[in-house]
C-alpha cells in the first residue's frame, strides 16, 4: 500500500536549517508530484510546496518562498525540503502527501494520502 514516510525535524534555533525528507513506497514515484503540508497549533492545515514527477515545475507558498527549497531523487524514492532561514513563525507538524492522480497542488483537500509528520520547532 502507499506509505509515505517524514524525517528530519527537531527543535532549531531562529536563522537555522533543517532539512526534512519523505520516504515512498508502494507506488512508482517517478510518475507523481509530491508536496510538503505543515500545519500549525490551532491553524488549519497550508501547502508549503510541491514538485511535480520530472521537475518541470516547482511551487512554494509566498511564506517560505526563497527560504525553502524542495527536491526529489526518485532513485531512492525520497522527496526532500529544505528549509533555511527559519522562523518560529515556521513552528508546525510538516507532512508530505499526494494526490490521487498526477499533477501539483497545494490544496489539502486535493490529496489522497498522507504521511504521519514530522514536528519542526523553532525557538531560541
Known amino acids: 500500500q502507499v506509505q509515505l514516510v517524514e524525517s528530519g525535524g527537531g527543535l532549531v534555533q531562529p536563522g537555522g536549517s533543517l532539512r526534512l525528507s519523505c520516504a515512498a513506497s508502494?507506488?512508482?514515484?517517478?510518475?507523481?508530484?509530491l508536496a510538503w503540508f505543515r500545519q500549525a497549533p490551532g491553524k488549519e492545515r497550508e501547502g508549503v510546496s510541491c514538485i511535480t514527477n520530472t521537475n518541470d515545475r516547482i511551487y512554494y507558498a509566498d511564506s517560505v518562498k526563497g527560504r525553502f527549497t524542495i527536491s526529489r531523487d526518485n532513485a531512492k524514492n525520497t522527496v526532500y525540503l529544505q528549509m533555511n532561514s527559519l522562523k518560529p513563525e515556521d513552528t508546525a507538524a510538516y507532512y508530505c502527501?499526494?494526490?490521487w492522480g498526477t499533477g501539483c497542488s497545494l490544496s489539502p483537500d486535493d490529496m489522497a494520502y498522507w504521511g504521519k509528520g514530522t514536528l519542526v520547532t523553532v525557538s531560541a
Open positions: 508502494g507506488f512508482t514515484l517517478d510518475y507523481y508530484a
Open positions: 502527501a499526494r494526490k
